[in-house]
């Protein structure tokens, strides 16, 4: 049982300040802690967001699903107004399943980040209805939905906005799964309001926020950062630290049209594969990340293919060999997206039978194509 220091948590995570185990979430040293004690400043970060801050060192979070759960439990208790953040590139595949069940009859005000990594010609509306029928098959019926993107500072202001409208003198807390940038949302509205630069720890890695984070608003209540939930089905946790930075989109995506015909094969690095099955002709369009390698080849080669060059020319992974892909098939309409979360989607823009192959445990899906061509 790790001892914890009252009245003390980090600034950048919201653990509890504690100084016996190293490998738990709050550790400081104890000469550090003494030091902070007797200057009577109630500020400090742990060394795991120290060490994340200053040397982009990144630690295993410790904590269990229950703890996660255990820390929202209460959110329907309370009359507040929820944020659900979803990463605009992964509608799908950053929700929360069972959320309703956590917020009780609270409003939800719906963030869509990251919209800075969408092709210009991207239509919002489009964006706002699939997030809205995305809702109402959660049982949820947003009172707005807004269009950001975090890292740029867009739509920032519009966001403060709906909060101030929604939320009627109530707190805030703000949901949603790991890696969908809501530390990076309330470090712009922080900075937006005051003089304070980046408060919380934020980074692309799972978990970085351990605990409840509660920043007092004007009126006496509480803007609420609460830890990501983890999902095991996003590709993060099944990649290792170097390898997530190759999936992870910098700059917005750039839609790239193959001719891919019976009997061919696309490769998404070693991470995802596409076999077309059907006899037709037709092109798709690709959304990944820029950096990623894709290559085509004739499925009647794609295994040995992959043997023969998974970890090296297919990557990520990395100098690894021991990555297993399962398939899944699909008869695909014209003008649909197979999406594989956590990576991207291709649009096939004519009727097609594929197979995909992912990484066991992802996710991979069917829906209406999001961009018109």
Not at 87 to 94: E, F, M, Q, S
Request: aromatic share 6%; proline share 5%; net charge neutral.
């Amino acid at each position: 049982m790790v001892s914890i220091i009252n009245d003390l948590s980090c600034i950048g995570c919201g653990a509890k300040i504690q100084v016996e185990d190293r490998e738990a979430p709050g550790y400081v040293k104890g000469d550090l802690l003494a030091r902070t004690i007797e200057s009577q400043s109630k500020e400090m970060y742990c060394e795991r967001c120290f060490r994340l801050r200053h040397y982009n060192e990144i630690a295993p979070v410790s904590l269990t699903d229950d703890d996660f759960l255990e820390l929202l439990n209460d959110i329907g208790q309370k009359d507040a107004l929820v944020v659900y953040v979803l990463d605009i590139l992964d509608l799908y595949g950053t929700q929360i399943n069972g959320l309703q069940r956590f917020i009780g009859n609270n409003p939800v005000l719906v963030v869509l980040n990251k919209l800075d990594l969408l092709p210009v010609s991207t239509n919002k509306n489009r964006l706002e209805q699939v997030a809205r029928h995305l809702m109402k098959e959660q049982g949820l019926s947003p009172v707005g939905v807004a269009l950001i993107s975090a890292e740029k500072r867009h739509g920032i202001d519009d966001l403060m906005e709906q909060i101030e409208v929604h939320r009627k003198e109530q707190s805030v807390y703000v949901v949603g799964v790991t890696n969908v940038g809501k530390s990076t949302i309330i470090n712009r509205i922080i900075g937006a309001v005051s003089d304070e630069e980046n408060p919380i720890t934020t980074s692309y890695y799972p978990g970085t926020t351990l605990g409840r984070i509660e920043i007092p608003l004007a009126d006496g209540e509480s803007l609420i950062d609460t830890p990501g939930i983890i999902q095991p089905h996003q590709l993060a946790h099944a990649l290792t630290a170097d390898e997530l930075k190759m999936i992870i989109p910098r700059k917005r995506l750039k839609p790239v049209t193959y001719q891919l015909n019976s009997g061919q094969t696309l490769f998404i690095g070693g991470i995802a594969r596409i076999d077309v099955t059907n006899k037709k002709k037709g092109s798709l369009t690709t959304y990944l990340p820029n950096q990623l390698m894709i290559h085509r080849t004739k499925t009647a080669k794609a295994d040995q293919f992959f043997e023969k060059h998974v970890g090296e020319m297919l990557q990520p992974p990395v100098n690894r060999k021991n990555i297993k892909l399962v398939m899944k098939q699909f008869k695909v309409p014209a003008k649909s997206d197979i999406v594989i979360s956590g990576l991207g989607w291709i649009t096939f823009h004519h009727e097609a039978e594929v197979s995909v192959w992912t990484i066991e445990g992802n996710d991979v899906f069917l829906r209406p194509a999001l961009i018109g061509k």
